[in-house]
């Protein structure tokens, strides 16, 4: 089945403590992006990459890091985690051209405290 | 650069009324636009699509939505609004080259009243 892969669904940490969201693709897709949902203010984009090795800062890079060194692998790392990125957090990936929808993993709700 | 606007970040309907959620969108070059659906506690899913082909446009679970360039709108829309309907909806932008993410709206989210 095709699919994004996101883990863990649930996650609370504390201030500072260094964690790493993983996501997985299966559909060969070159773009895969990462972005964050808060009430009111829709879905930000944090990062994306448009291949292996090629990522870019979204609307809201800051506090978050990211690697493409596989085509189906876009985790997404937090270095200092602080309160205010207590969040939803959604990796997709498409192919690359304009016209392909975006596939949506299932959420990753995380909670800084 | 891309935007889009989503009228109305909460829109409640009957059982059984017509659904009517409004999406504009900003774009320098012809775009392709989409509606998704979120489920609580679940990821997106796409409703529609529009890529210059037809500009009436069916998607899944009975929604569609009409292309007007002159308007510069994508609304969605269903006949009957059914308790399932329930969700939040969220209109996107892209345009054709890849190397553009897709801009979504702040979205909205629909209430169906028995």
């Known amino acids: 089945e095709a699919q994004v892969t996101q883990n863990p669904r649930y996650l609370i940490t504390v201030t500072g403590k260094k964690l790493t969201v993983t996501c997985s693709q299966n559909?060969?897709?070159?773009?895969m992006s990462w972005y964050r949902q808060d009430p009111g203010l829709g879905l930000r984009q944090i990062y994306y990459?448009?291949?292996?090795?090629?990522?870019d800062k979204g609307d809201v890079p800051e506090g978050y890091k990211v690697s493409r060194k596989e085509k189906r692998n876009f985790p997404l790392i937090l270095e200092s985690p602080s309160p205010n990125q207590t969040s939803l957090y959604f990796c997709?990936?498409?192919?690359?051209?304009?016209?392909?929808?975006?596939?949506f993993g299932n959420g990753t709700r995380l909670t800084v405290t | 650069a891309q935007s889009v606007t989503q009228l109305g970040s909460h829109v409640s309907v009957s059982e059984g009324a017509l659904v009517l959620l409004r999406c504009n969108y900003s774009?320098?070059?012809?775009?392709?636009l989409f509606w998704y659906v979120q489920y609580p506690n679940q990821g997106l899913q796409l409703l529609l699509k529009y890529t210059s082909a037809a500009t009436l446009v069916k998607g899944i679970n009975g929604f569609e939505a009409e292309f007007k360039k002159s308007e510069t709108s994508f609304h969605l829309t269903k006949p009957s609004a059914h308790m399932s309907d329930a969700a939040e909806y969220f209109c996107?932008?892209?345009?054709?080259?890849?190397?553009?993410?897709?801009?979504f709206g702040k979205g909205t989210r629909l209430s169906v009243i028995a």
């Open positions: 559909m060969n897709h070159e773009y």
């Open positions: 774009s320098s070059v012809p775009p392709y």
């Open positions: 996107a932008v892209s345009v054709a080259s890849g190397n553009t993410p897709l801009v």
């Open positions: 990459s448009m291949n292996v090795e090629v990522t």
């Open positions: 997709a990936s498409r192919a690359i051209q304009g016209n392909s929808p975006l596939h």
